[in-house]
C-alpha cells in the first residue's frame, strides 16, 4: 500500500503514517481505490456520522451557498442555533457557549478562564490524560513533560491526580487549586474510563475549595461513550464547571466548543475571548446537523446495544479484555498493539493504536452497523 516518499515529500516527517491511504469514504467505508475496510477507528472519533452522511453534505452544501464565512464581529443566527442545540444536548446547567476553531484551543480558554476567575496558579490533571499540543493544553498532558512540549516553562503549576485514587483527589484538591481538568474517559491512554467513584471525589472536592472543574469532552462526548457527554456516566452530583467538545462536533469539519455555567459567563466581558473562525457558519450549520442526526436516528441507543455486543464477546482471539466506553474501547491484546493493526487490516477491518502498546483502540462512527461488528468480531476470532 503507498505511503507517502518522506524523501520526496514538502510535508514534515512528524506522523507514522497507518499502512493505508484512503482516497474516498462512504457510510463506516474507507477506500484506498482498491479495496474497502470498515473504518473502526474515525480519523481519531472525528468520523461520528462516517462518510459522505446525506444530511451533512445537504448542510454543507446549502450553507455554503448562503454563507460561507463571517466573523464573529456579527451576529449569526445559524451560530445561535447552534449553541441552542449544543446547551440543550449538553448536561444541565452548562447554558453558555464559546466556539472555536478546535479542541485544544477549547480546552486552552477554559484553563485560562480558570486561572483569571480563581486567581489561582495551580492545574490538576490526571495522569495518563490528553488535553491538546498548545501551551496550556499540552501542560496538563501528562506525556508532554520531557518528551515533546517545547516551551521552557508551563504557564501555570501543574501536578497530576493518580488515575484511580480519590483519597489522593481529595488530598491534592485545596485553595491552592484554580481547577481540575480530566477526561472522562481516557481516548489516548488507551479508552480507560475513569472510576465514577474519583470523578465523583473529585467534584465534590472542588465545590469544597472553590476550585473548577473541566470536563474534557473532546474524544468522549457527542454520543459516543453512551450518553450525550461521558460525564453523565458519573452519576449524579457530578456537575462540570465547563466542558470542552470537537472531535466529531461537526462531522470532520474543524471546530470546537467551550459550554460553561452562567456563573462563570456573567463574569466575563467584551474582549475577555476572542477567535476568527470559531462558530463560523458552515461549522456552526454542521453542529446543529450533527446533534439532529443524533437525536432523530437514535444513535446513542446504538452505541449501547452494538458497544455491549463487542464487550460481551470477549475475550477473544488475541483480545484478553476490554475497556472503556459505548464506542471509546480499548482491547487489550496478548501481542502489540501495531501488529494487531497491520492484522486487522489485512482482513478489512481498521483500528487505531494508544500510548498503550498493547491496547488498541475502537473509535467507529455511531452509525455503526450490527453486521459490522460481527465483521470486526470474526476478524478477530481469525487472528492467533
Given at each position: 500500500m503507498s505511503t507517502p516518499d518522506t524523501a520526496v515529500s514538502h510535508l514534515l516527517d512528524v506522523y507514522p503514517y497507518l499502512p493505508f491511504q484512503p482516497?474516498?469514504?462512504?457510510?463506516?467505508?474507507?477506500?484506498?481505490g482498491?479495496?474497502?475496510?470498515?473504518?473502526?477507528?474515525?480519523?481519531?472519533?472525528?468520523?461520528g456520522l462516517g462518510y459522505a452522511h446525506p444530511d451533512v453534505l445537504r448542510t454543507l452544501a446549502e450553507q455554503a451557498r448562503q454563507l460561507f464565512f463571517q466573523s464573529n464581529a456579527v451576529a449569526l443566527a445559524v451560530r445561535e442555533e447552534a449553541a441552542r442545540k449544543l446547551v440543550a444536548f449538553a448536561p444541565p446547567g452548562l447554558d453558555r457557549v464559546f466556539f472555536t476553531n478546535s479542541g485544544a484551543e477549547a480546552n486552552e480558554n477554559a484553563l485560562r478562564i480558570a486561572c483569571r476567575l480563581?486567581?489561582?496558579?495551580?492545574?490538576?490533571?490526571?495522569?495518563?490524560g490528553f488535553h491538546g499540543r498548545t501551551a496550556a493544553a499540552a501542560a496538563v498532558t501528562w506525556s508532554s513533560s520531557g518528551k515533546w512540549y517545547g516551551f521552557p516553562r508551563t504557564p501555570f503549576d501543574v501536578d497530576f491526580i493518580p488515575r484511580n485514587d480519590p483519597d489522593a483527589a481529595r488530598r491534592m484538591i485545596d485553595a491552592s487549586v484554580g481547577a481540575v481538568i480530566l477526561e472522562p474517559v481516557q481516548g489516548q491512554a488507551g479508552a480507560v474510563a475513569?472510576?465514577?467513584?474519583?470523578?465523583?471525589?473529585?467534584?465534590?472536592a472542588c465545590r469544597e475549595h472553590g476550585a473548577l472543574l473541566i470536563a474534557d469532552e473532546i474524544q468522549s462526548g457527542m454520543g459516543r461513550c453512551g450518553a450525550p457527554f461521558a460525564i453523565e456516566l458519573a452519576g449524579a452530583g457530578v456537575?462540570?464547571?465547563?466542558?470542552?467538545?470537537?472531535?466529531?462536533?461537526a462531522a470532520g469539519f474543524p471546530c470546537g466548543a467551550l459550554l460553561m455555567r452562567e456563573a462563570i459567563a456573567g463574569q466575563l466581558k467584551h474582549g475577555d475571548l476572542g477567535t476568527?473562525?470559531?462558530?463560523?457558519?458552515?461549522?456552526?450549520?454542521?453542529?446543529?446537523?450533527?446533534?439532529?442526526v443524533i437525536e432523530r436516528?437514535?444513535?446513542i441507543d446504538n452505541v449501547r446495544a452494538l458497544s455491549r455486543e463487542i464487550?460481551?464477546?470477549m475475550p477473544l482471539g488475541p483480545v484478553e479484555s476490554v475497556q472503556g466506553a459505548g464506542f471509546l474501547l480499548g482491547l487489550r491484546c496478548r501481542r502489540s498493539a501495531r501488529e494487531m493493526l497491520c492484522e486487522l487490516l489485512d482482513r478489512g477491518i481498521l483500528v487505531g493504536t494508544s500510548a498503550d502498546a498493547h491496547v488498541i483502540r475502537l473509535l467507529p462512527p455511531l452509525i455503526l452497523e450490527r453486521s459490522h461488528v460481527h465483521d470486526l468480531l470474526n476478524a478477530l476470532a481469525d487472528i492467533r
Open positions: 482516497v474516498s469514504g462512504e457510510g463506516v467505508f474507507l477506500s484506498d482498491k479495496r474497502r475496510v470498515i473504518d473502526f477507528y474515525g480519523g481519531h472519533a472525528v468520523a480563581t486567581g489561582r496558579t495551580k492545574i490538576l490533571a490526571m495522569e495518563h475513569l472510576d465514577p467513584a474519583v470523578i465523583r471525589a473529585i467534584s465534590a456537575e462540570p464547571d465547563m466542558l470542552t467538545a470537537a472531535k466529531s462536533l476568527t473562525f470559531g462558530g463560523g457558519p458552515i461549522a456552526s450549520a454542521l453542529i446543529a446537523t450533527v446533534i439532529d436516528d437514535r444513535l464487550v460481551d464477546a
